[in-house]
């Protein structure tokens, strides 16, 4: 029932933003602050600092429903301050440990915040097709990542679960992942559609040498294992 939302962000603008920014960015965020403890021996965010999070989390999603437009600003910026306050405590966390292999992580969290500031100020517009471009310009930092989570976890977890199995790391396609995904968002808000299918098409590609180089017929009889190879292709 979108004509129910009269707040500044309304309808369709606000189901597409609560679902990739509300939900699914959050929910990384969360896994990152998770995994960023065992990745670098240190928690990003505990105590004190992880209520305020879940404080600006929350205010965001109240503001963003509210009919008014001082609600709406300071719903945006208690957003962007959640995104920027997760950035900040993993890049505390990998730059305290040294964990040179993690660099990037907190730069993709405040590449969310970004693109959310960028969604939420082109909403105010009315251009739908530009509004559309900011979106998918979100899609495609939640996809890389979910690629650069999945390139952890899959085979960590094979490994651990049959015997004798060895898979490939790749550390070093990642980092070409890692860098024509973010190619492919910069040429996409830039208007260059042929750059951004090119480098995605780079990324897809690496994505599926990756996935038959850490053997997917040897893990078909655990559906544990074969969902996440599934998810990943």
Sequence with gaps: APQVLTAPLGGIAWHAHEMLWGFIATIALAFLMTAGASWTGITPMTGKLLGLACGLWAVARIGFLVPSDTAFWVATASELSFFLLGSAAMMRAVVLSKNSRNYAVPVLLAG???????????????DYLLLMQRFNAGLLVMALIALLIG???????????????????????GWVQLGACALAVASLLAGTTLLTAAALGLAGVLALVQLFSWKPLAVRTNALLWILYVGYA
């Design 112 to 126: 969310l915040g970004a693109t959310d500031a960028l969604y939420l100020l082109t909403a105010r517009g009315g």
């Design 151 to 173: 390139r952890r976890v899959i085979p960590f977890f094979a490994m651990r679960a049959i015997h004798g199995l060895t898979l490939p790391k790749h550390m070093e396609t």
